[in-house]
T-cell receptor, first 118, second 113 residues
Framework: GAVVSQHPSWVICKSGTSVKIECRSL??????MFWYRQFPKQSLMLMAT?????????EQGVEKDKFLINHASLTLSTLTVTSAHPEDSSFYIC??????????????FGPGTRLTVL | DAKTTQPTSMDCAEGRAANLPCNHS???????VYWYRQIHSQGPQYIIH???NNETNEMASLIITEDRKSSTLILPHATLRDTAVYYC??????????????FGAGTILRVKS
């Protein structure tokens, strides 16, 4: 149990276009989901905390108008990279804490989405 | 959240125990020690977490010192598939709105045949 999926697993887009990445909790509900970004040979960097039904909380230095987050249901959060540029190319990973009972108190991660902007 | 210090890399022979240390000298009373690992180009995988007692599950054991300033993750019989970056993270237990996990550089564990 406690599976998190992401779609797509990889995407290539042209500079200036927008890309949407979906994060789903498949067998549990999550009030909160998190979005991370990871550049090659670096660690994960938290971008924002996504709360169902409310605005996301962004970490310092992350542009909220560029990285739009929507958490419309307890099983789905989306990250839209608007007007993408080559420097946005990265590995984007989401995670979620189960809010339903029966799961241990821990955070589960999706498999990641590789974004390449040409 | 408290910071952690881990060795940059470690090697381990296949079939032997892998012992990965972590220092978290500034850990506070309500913070847990979490261990995750990340295999190349995948999302992090949860391994184990604990507060002050030693913990064991099907993947690993977690040994936390009595003063809670350091811990060791033990993979009892390492296999080639355990080659990954291992992250030791200190954080509070998630409540209604989850808990932030701040990832450091981690330890690159290379299991060799």
């Amino acid at each position: 149990g406690a599976v998190v999926s992401q779609h797509p697993s990889w995407v290539i887009c042209k500079s200036g276009t927008s890309v949407k990445i979906e994060c789903r909790s498949l067998d549990f509900q999550a009030t909160t989901m998190f979005w991370y970004r990871q550049f090659p040979k670096q660690s994960l960097m938290l971008m924002a905390t996504s709360n169902e039904g409310s605005k996301a909380t962004y970490e310092q230095g992350v542009e909220k108008d560029k990285f739009l987050i929507n958490h419309a249901s307890l099983t789905l959060s989306t990250l839209t990279v608007t007007s993408a540029h080559p420097e946005d190319s990265s590995f984007y990973i989401c995670s979620a804490n189960p809010t339903s009972r029966g799961y241990t108190d821990t955070q589960y991660f999706g498999p990641g989405t590789r974004l390449t902007v040409l | 959240d408290a910071k952690t210090t881990q060795p940059t890399s470690m090697d381990c022979a296949e079939g032997r125990a892998a012992n990965l240390p972590c220092n978290h000298s500034t850990i506070s009373g309500n913070e847990y020690v979490y261990w995750y690992r990340q295999i190349h180009s995948q999302g992090p995988q949860y391994i184990i977490h604990g507060l002050k007692n030693n913990e064991t599950n099907e993947m690993a054991s977690l040994i936390i010192t009595e003063d809670r300033k350091s811990s060791t993750l033990i993979l009892p019989h390492a296999t080639l598939r355990d080659t990954a970056v291992y992250y030791c993270i200190v954080s509070t237990v998630p409540r209604e709105y989850g808990n932030k996990l701040v990832f450091g550089a981690g330890t690159i564990l290379r299991v060799k045949s």
